[in-house]
């Protein structure tokens, strides 16, 4: 039988910071909702309870990372470089595509050294909002929404039972706000606040739910 | 005297961020704790030493099965790639048409099979840039394949797939299969993955050369409601692919019934009477 692929929260080096996570990205009439947790730890010690697993790679495109801070932080600040460079070049704003193609290059190529679930997406002119993931190994594919890190496996039943297509902006943040919350309740790798991230035509909106707010839980 | 048990140091302040030494502690005790973590990455070289590559697959897709008929090639395959044995991806296309003439579909890693699938628009890029009348057949996207493959396998670093290869071209239909250490054979019908086990003999049974579409169809919906039974890597959403002297086509997802209301299945085995079995 196959292996399983590694326990994400299990850090791969010693030492070593992992995000231990619960990502989640989600498309709506005109844009894409992403968030996260805020849970850093290293074994069972909570580095640090108030991260920002939301990075911005662009003025209208962001990156939910998860496995290992230190992997998915290179990658980051790779695709922001290679983005900027690109944006420069082709003199117009890049496309979601584009940045989720970056970081997939990276992770494919380097596919047995690094440790790094990503979902990439944002708002551009081409296909409004959409959302890329990019799991263990390298694969892309495009999603309507997609769910990622350890926590995530405690949400595939709800998820699968609260999506709809064609989720208004309110429906598709109180969508991603509450699995994010579920996730957090059961995932010990999982925790803190949840960082809410909005993108559409106009620009981008950040929420911030404090640990004692959240929908559900802890 | 100072005592001979050792107490874990200190951190410098009981209240705010941990120090070096109170962070390394718990990792030390974690490694120990977990003696078969390795401390480095799963494949990490000896110090000095060469690199060994050979990932193992991640995101997996399952079966992949083809056949020869009257009007050319057919192959079909789930839509379901696999994280472990989380059924991620639903919706996953695992067949591709390389060209006007050629049909590819893959098992194993699907990112090995996104990069397989550039290097194939690749050569038809080629192909339409030349813009000689003249593109690559069937066979020799087998071959070609064949050969990375096998390159890949000797370099200690493959491509983690099990491929099949149909197409038409001039009037002949091809088949082929291309798996992740080189092996590569034709024949009148392949199967990958469990459909070497579970849809082959089946095709052994009920494959005529110069079936029509839909009978060739019919078969092949047949084996993959099998593999759907019986394989826990399957799902009942499918594709199915055709390469005829129209050119290639791949069909949209549909989902294929199956059938659970035999009247055998229906009776409970758990009951006082029985024997317990199931």
């Known amino acids: 039988p196959p292996p399983l692929p590694r326990d994400m929260a299990t850090p791969a080096r010693d030492g070593e910071a992992a995000t231990g996570t619960t990502i989640m990205a989600c498309c709506f009439d005109g844009g894409v909702v992403m968030g996260a947790d805020s849970r850093v730890s290293t074994g069972t010690y909570i580095a640090n309870r108030v991260s920002d697993k939301v990075a911005a790679l662009h003025d209208s495109i962001f990156m939910c990372r998860s496995g290992s801070a230190a992997d998915t932080q290179a990658i980051s600040d790779y695709v922001r470089y290679y983005l900027a460079a690109h944006t420069t070049e082709v003199g117009r704003a890049p496309t979601v595509k584009t940045a989720a193609t970056l970081a997939r290059r990276i992770a494919y190529e380097n596919k047995d050294q690094l440790l790094a679930g990503i979902i990439v997406g944002g708002w551009d002119a081409v296909q409004g909002g959409s959302v890329y993931v990019v799991p263990l190994g390298g694969t892309m594919m495009q999603m309507p929404f997609a769910i990622g890190g350890s926590g995530s496996t405690y949400i595939y039943g709800h998820v699968d039972a609260q999506f709809k297509e064609g989720m208004s902006r309110q429906e598709a943040q109180n969508f991603v706000k509450k699995s994010i919350a579920h996730a957090m309740a059961r995932d010990g790798s999982s925790g803190g606040i949840i960082r809410l991230v909005t993108i559409d035509a106009n620009g981008t909106e950040r929420e911030y739910i404090p640990g004692d707010e959240l929908p559900y839980g802890p | 005297r100072t005592s001979t048990s050792r107490t874990p140091p200190r951190p410098r302040s009981t209240a705010g961020p941990p120090t070096t030494a109170h962070v390394r502690l718990f990792t030390f005790l974690l490694a120990m704790s977990f003696p078969w973590e390795t401390s480095a990455g799963a494949n990490a070289p000896a110090a000095g030493g060469p690199h060994q590559h050979t990932s193992r697959p991640i995101v997996t897709g399952t079966s992949v099965l083809g056949i020869k008929y009257r009007d050319g090639v057919m192959l079909a395959a789930d839509t379901l790639c696999s994280y472990g044995t989380l059924a991620m991806f639903k919706d996953a296309k695992r067949l591709t048409t390389v060209g006007d003439n050629t049909l590819v579909g893959a098992g194993g890693e699907y990112s090995d099979f996104q990069k397989i699938q ?114 826990c890597r399957a799902l009942n959403k499918v594709q199915v692919a055709k390469a005829t002297a129209e050119g290639t086509i791949v069909s949209d997802p549909y989902t294929i019934s199956t059938n659970w209301s035999s009247a055998s299945f229906m009776q409970n085995a758990g009951n006082l009477q029985g024997d317990g079995g199931w």
């Not at chain 2, 099990?162 to 590569?184: C, P, R, Y």
């Not at chain 2, 579970?198 to 047949?222: F, H, N, V, Y």
């Open chain 2, 118 to 231: 550039h290097m194939l628009e690749d050569i038809t890029g080629d192909d339409r840039n030349y813009d000689d009348g003249y593109n690559h057949s069937p066979s020799e996207i087998y071959h070609y394949l064949r050969a990375v493959m096998y390159q890949r396998r000797n370099k200690m670093n493959p491509l983690w797939n099990n491929l099949l290869i149909g197409g038409f071209k001039d009037g002949e239909a091809f088949l082929g299969s291309v798996d992740m250490i080189g092996t590569a054979f034709t024949d009148d019908f392949l199967a990958t993955g469990f459909g070497a086990h579970l849809a082959l003999p089946i095709l052994r049974k009920r494959w005529q050369p110069d079936m029509e579409e839909g009978e060739a169809r019919e078969l092949l919906e047949d084996c993959l409601r099998v593999l759907f039974y019986r394989d």
